[in-house]
């Protein structure tokens, strides 16, 4: 059985269940039903949820067993927030361990880089400043 596409494949816009039937018995249910959150997230979104709750949640555990930076598994999980909702600007990402008191300026730094909300360029001319 396929999984529920989150996207129409024409519009690229959240489709609505119109119809659910039970093969077992036969039944129908018509009307207008939406998703789930978890419905709505897209494949790469759920991989990397199940492997952020397998692994606790544990940034490092995340890291590891996919080959990615700290800032790209918060980039990750601020994206998987907001695509099921979930304001995710009010709270603080969870924290790197800090590196000559420039820790968290340096990693806010990466983690704009990593949304792609600076360059390259800027991220290495800001780092070179701190």
């Known amino acids: 059985m ?3 596409p989150t996207q129409c494949p024409v519009c690229g816009q959240e489709p609505r269940v119109t119809r659910l039937h039970c093969d077992n018995c036969g039944t129908a249910v018509e009307g ?3 998703l ?5 997230l897209n ?3 759920l991989a990397f949820a199940e ?3 397998k692994r606790r949640g544990k940034i490092k555990d995340v890291e590891d067993e996919l080959g990615v930076s700290y800032p790209t598994v918060v980039a ?3 994206e998987l927030l ?9 709270a603080p990402p969870p924290e790197e361990p800090e590196t000559n008191g420039r820790g968290p300026q340096r990693q806010q730094i990466l983690d704009e880089l990593a949304a792609g909300s ?4 800027e991220a290495a001319q800001r780092l070179r400043e701190l």
């Open 43 to 45: 494949r790469d979104q």
């Open 51 to 53: 492997v952020f709750i």
């Open 2 to 4: 396929h999984p529920v």
């Open 32 to 34: 207008v039903f939406s």
């Open 76 to 78: 990750r999980l601020n």
């Open 36 to 40: 789930g959150a978890w419905q709505r």
């Open 118 to 121: 600076i360059s390259a360029t």
């Open 82 to 90: 907001a695509a099921m909702g979930f304001d995710s600007s009010g």
